[in-house]
Structures are given as C-alpha cells and as structure tokens.
C-alpha cells in the first residue's frame, strides 16, 4: 500500500510517499481501507514535534512513521473479539492512539471507530472526530445570556464551536487572523477580533472562553474572564499550558473564576452528538480544500500556516 511516512520530527519535508507493507488488525482491532483523513493542528504539532508535548511515546524520533488520526472508510478486516464491526462497514473515527491515517490502509481500535452514517460522505465524516469532540467540550455551558470567545475561531474545531455557542443562545466573539474573520462571520459569529490588532483579554469580559491556541499570561485569561467565568485551552505552547494548569488554578480560585486546560474526552460517545446536529442541518460543515496523498505535505503546511478556514482534508481513494 502507498502511506505516507517519515523517520524523524521535521517540516512537512520530512514526509515522503512511499509503497510499504498493509497492517494487519491485532485482537480488539479493525484494518481498515482510508477513503478520507482529515488535517488537525495534533497533526501538524507531531509531525514537527513540537510543542513538546507532541513528542509523547517518541521523545527523540516519532513512535510511529505515518501520521494522521481522524479517518473514514471501509472495514476490510477485524482481529480476534472484534463484535461491532465486519468487512464492509463504513466507519470513521479518531485514531489518536495508533495513527497511521495518511495511507491506504491504518489499523484502529474497535473502540476508536463509530459507523458512518449514510448522510455523510466520507470527506464529511472524516472532519468530525477530533474538532468536534473539542468543540462540544469545550462549549459546555453557553447558553442564551452568555457572552462566549473563541480564540482560533477560524479552523477545524473553532467552526464547529462558534456554529455550537451560536446555536446554544451565546453571544459569540470569534478570534483569529484578518483573513478568516469574514468565514468565522458567516458561521454565525456576534463579533470577530483580529488577533493581530486586537488583544482579546481586554475586551471581555466574557462567561466562557474556548482557546484553541494558548499563548498569552495567566492575569490576561482572568481579566477576559466576567466573574464565575470559566477559560478552557486545548493546545498552545508547554509554558502557557503549565501556567494555567498550575498558576491559574489558584489565581482562579482566589478570584471567583475558573482556568484550565480542557481534558477532551474521545471516542464516538463524544463525537456522534455532532454527526448527528450535522444530519439534522443544525451544524455546518466547513471544508477549505482537499489534497490528494501525494499532496500531504501541501495540506499540512496549509493548516500548520493558519490558513485553513474549516477543515482541510486528505482524499486517499
């Protein structure tokens, strides 16, 4: 099979296509035939190893040679105990745990994987696992009355959480570069602030923030915050990370406020909630471009650059 792989952490160059053997499923595991495979910023982060964090299970080289976690496509074989799943099936899911999504085939725990519904194609499907799991997490508790931000507005799991806060009552303020802000209002965004000429933690406050891209102080998350305000990050840089996990858990106790970092849950109990809003029209999905394998490297130098608006996704059939 054709999977893209690399030997060491890197730029996108590291990366090369290359015919290599098809896994094969061990117990509690299905192989499955990747029709599609979309790009997280998890993507981009341990492709270059970086933050560190991304580093995790392969400190000096990666754990595993092909990248790619959020999949869809058609089961083709099933390991021993293996009960949901039989050849045939269309499934999707994110394969955080094993990878191996920028190829034809990957391996993936049974657990990992939820049945396609018909409604949605297989580029649709792939788009939703990881961003959606983030995004209905971390907008737990808008509702009507709540001002709502989203730092990162603009890209996979941003679109799905200001489509989510909008719908819920919020009043929403999206936050990301000048070349997003018109798709970021088309979502349904109150407000959008440049992050380049605009500081948002001086313009609260607000009762939720969701930032997807963690960078600024500990004091500047809790002056955004109204009181019994609550900043959720996901991502961001190791010392941004560390402070609010161990700083803003204090500075936020002393001042009636709550900071942390969001502990995303995964599997298909906390990603079909949103394939099915998705069904019903309630939320939309926004995918920038498609790349063929060939073109990996392209598609996650495009979401690595901040460009994408939605979701870029890789086309491996």
């Not at 952490?9 to 590291?14: F, K, Q, R, T, W």
């Not at 840089?237 to 969001?262: E, F, K, Q």
């Amino acid at each position: 099979m054709r999977a893209a792989v690399r030997d060491r952490y890197g730029p996108p160059s590291v990366l090369r296509v290359e015919e290599v053997p098809v896994p094969s499923p061990a117990a509690g595991q299905v192989l499955v035939e990747v029709a599609a495979t979309s790009v997280n910023l998890s993507d981009w982060e341990t492709l270059r190893g970086s933050p560190l964090y991304a580093r995790i299970g392969g400190l000096r080289s990666p754990a595993r040679r092909t990248p790619g976690s959020d999949i869809a496509g058609r089961v083709t074989a099933v390991g021993a105990g293996v009960t949901r799943f039989r050849p045939g099936d269309e499934v999707y899911g994110d394969n955080l745990a094993l990878t191996g999504g920028f190829a034809e085939y990957a391996v993936a725990a049974e657990s990992a994987l939820a049945h396609k519904p018909g409604g949605l194609s297989f580029v649709q499907a792939s788009t939703i696992p990881q961003a959606g799991a983030i995004a209905l997490q971390g907008t737990a508790g808008a509702g009507p009355g709540r001002r709502v931000l989203v730092n990162g507005a603009g890209g996979g799991s941003g679109s799905f959480a200001v489509q989510l806060a909008k719908r819920a009552g919020a009043h929403v303020t999206g936050v990301d570069n000048a070349g997003k802000l018109d798709h970021v209002r088309a979502l349904g965004a109150d407000e959008v602030l440049d992050h380049r000429r605009q500081d948002f933690t001086r313009c609260g406050p607000y009762d939720l923030v969701l930032d997807l891209v963690a960078h600024r102080s500990v004091l500047a998350y809790r002056r955004a915050l109204a009181p019994g305000g609550r900043y959720r990050c996901v991502g961001g840089s190791v010392p941004a990370l560390l402070r609010v996990l161990t700083i803003g858990w204090v500075a936020g106790r002393l001042t009636g406020r709550h900071l942390g970092v969001l502990a995303v849950r995964e599997g298909p109990a906390h990603f079909e909630p949103l394939a099915r809003l998705v069904l019903a029209g309630e939320v939309g999905i926004h995918v920038d471009r498609t790349f063929g394998l060939d073109d990996v490297r392209e598609a996650l130098t495009h979401v690595g650059a901040g460009r994408a608006r939605g979701k870029v996704v890789v086309r491996i059939r």
